[in-house]
């Protein structure tokens, strides 16, 4: 069965970074679109980066470009989402999904992605 599972959230200090992680279960993740989300509370699902399974190139979010990078290991059957220059705008739970059924040009449209990791909180905090 498909399952995604998140890890690597935690607590860090403005300016800190973190890398979060998504292991793939029950099917080969660099062939589908990933995408990694978030939310915060009291707001809505927010799309921040997507791999491309036909080549491997990557979308951001304008409130992330420059700082978070999104990335796989084959071997691993693992997304990554590497987070520097993190903020206190960024602290939210952070969620992966695949799009196997929604296709394969990159897009941060939640609703092209139709399985979804329990996420993994993120909170940016002096």
């Known amino acids: 069965q498909v399952q995604l599972v998140e890890s690597g959230g935690g607590l860090v200090q403005p300016g800190g970074s973190l890398r979060l992680s998504c292991a793939a279960s029950?099917?080969?993740?660099?062939?589908?679109?990933i995408g990694w989300f978030r939310q915060a509370p009291g707001k809505g699902r927010e799309g921040v980066a997507c791999?491309?399974?036909?080549?491997?190139?990557?979308y951001y979010a304008d409130s992330v470009k420059g700082r978070f990078t999104i990335s796989r290991d084959t071997a691993k059957n693992t997304v990554y989402l590497q987070m520097n220059s993190l903020k206190p705008e960024d602290t939210a739970f952070y969620y992966c999904?695949?799009?196997?059924?929604?296709?394969?040009?990159?897009?941060?449209?939640?609703?092209?992605?139709?399985?979804w990791g329990q996420g993994t909180q993120v909170t940016v905090s002096s």
């Open positions: 999904a695949t799009a196997i059924e929604g296709g394969w040009y990159l897009s941060l449209d939640a609703q092209l992605y139709d399985h």
């Open positions: 029950g099917f080969t993740l660099d062939a589908y679109l």
């Open positions: 791999i491309s399974p036909s080549d491997g190139s990557t």
